[in-house]
């Protein structure tokens, strides 16, 4: 993979992240991809493909992953807070974004969806 290759000085890199991975968690996305400590300089396998680093952004990883580690409840606000940061920062900005439209009678309930396997199609019941 060139683009992650920081030797090359890359300005940008198109990737593709398929949807049938298994869906990551915050900390999987944020830190692994936007870390200061991930950006390795001069390494042909940089994990930090945009060279991203802001330590503001860490401090909020730090918080939220110690938060995690105790089950806290106030896990999912600072893990939504580190997002917004990456977010307005932009280091990484998509092309596309997918849409799934699910169309189900008035008589179907319980109708559920999951990222790894889409439509619960046990949970669904039908009058």
């Given at each position: 993979?060139?683009?992650?290759?920081?030797?090359?000085?890359?300005q940008a890199a198109l990737y593709?992240?398929?949807?049938?991975?298994?869906?990551?968690?915050?900390?999987?996305?944020?830190?692994?991809?936007f870390?200061?400590?991930t950006f390795l300089p001069d390494a042909p396998g940089n994990p930090n493909w945009s060279?991203?680093?802001?330590?503001?952004?860490?401090t909020q990883i730090n918080s939220a992953l110690a938060a995690e580690s105790n089950n806290s409840p106030t896990t999912a606000s600072l893990w939504?807070?580190?997002?917004?940061?990456?977010?307005?920062?932009?280091?990484a900005v998509p092309l596309t974004t997918t849409s799934d439209i699910h169309l189900v009678s008035e008589r179907v309930g319980n109708y559920?969806?999951?990222f790894q396997?889409?439509?619960?199609?046990?949970?669904?019941w039908v009058k």
């Open positions: 993979m060139r683009f992650a290759d920081s030797r090359t000085a890359a593709y992240v398929p949807l049938s991975a298994l869906y990551p968690s915050a900390s999987q996305v944020l830190q692994t991809n870390a200061c400590q060279e991203f680093c802001n330590h503001r952004l860490d939504a807070r580190a997002d917004r940061t990456a977010t307005d920062q932009a280091p559920q969806y999951s396997q889409g439509v619960l199609l046990d949970q669904l």
